[in-house]
């Protein structure tokens, strides 16, 4: 049973252009949780989604930032205009139901560079 | 929402030594998970532990929900252990999302 699948694993964008990244759940799992991580800080909460829902995007900037989960295939974060305070690693976590009684695995993470 | 408060910051042990990570919250412990991120940044589950103790080799894991911490003792250390280790929780009502600790940074020597 694979884990949670994240690509690419890096991923180098140049000021202004745009970021996929992507995340394909553990089988059998429909939720999927984004978070960010700064060099030398811990996790921060982005988005939680369900599938062809955002069921809370309070961690997530307002602008140039989405998210989603469709019916069909991976979870993507996009992000438009990249700025180099983009620059972190993006983690995936998926999880099989939400609420109590529910453990969380993360993917390896997508590390964005920009330059 | 929850906040997780993590001790010590920051630890150094040598190769052998014993140690104790604490993580305290300040609201009802739901789906307590201990996860270690390895220095090539990989994040590896641990525990999921929302009560009682668990062991998994030189690991173990401890909540006490009713007083809102959890423990992980890590015995006879050795250099791969080093890393973060974070504690995160389920926050509960509205939507549910793991929280985290700002983490323990561990440093085992040779």
């Known amino acids: 049973n694979a884990g949670v699948m994240q690509n690419p694993r890096h991923l180098v964008r140049r000021r202004g252009q745009e970021a996929r990244l992507r995340c394909s759940p553990m089988?059998?799992?429909?939720?999927v949780y984004w978070y960010r991580q700064l060099p030398e800080e811990g996790l921060k909460f982005m988005v939680y989604?369900?599938?062809?829902?955002?069921?809370?995007e309070s961690g997530m900037p307002k602008e140039r930032f989405s998210a989603e989960f469709p019916k069909e295939g991976p979870s993507i974060l996009r992000i438009q205009q990249v700025v180099r305070g983009d620059s972190a690693a993006y983690f995936c976590?998926?999880?099989?139901?939400?609420?109590?009684?529910?453990?969380?695995?993360f993917g390896q993470g997508t590390r964005l560079t920009v330059v | 929402g929850i906040q997780v408060e993590q001790s010590p910051p920051d630890l150094i042990l040598q190769e052998g030594a014993n140690s104790t990570l604490r993580c305290n919250f300040s609201?009802?412990?739901?789906?307590l998970q201990w996860f270690h991120q390895n220095p090539w940044g990989q994040l590896i589950n641990l525990f999921y532990i929302p009560s009682g103790t668990k062991q998994n080799g030189r690991l173990s894991a401890t909540t006490v929900a009713t007083e809102r911490y959890s423990l992980l003792y890590i015995s006879s250390s050795q250099t791969t252990d080093s890393g973060v280790y974070f504690c995160a929780d389920f926050t509960q009502g509205g939507s549910e999302k793991l929280v985290f600790g700002k983490g323990t940074k561990l440093t085992v020597n040779p």
């Open positions: 609201d009802s412990v739901n789906n």
């Open positions: 989604l369900q599938k062809e829902n955002i069921i809370d």
């Open positions: 089988k059998g799992h429909s939720h």
């Open positions: 976590a998926s999880s099989p139901r939400s609420g109590i009684d529910t453990e969380a695995f």
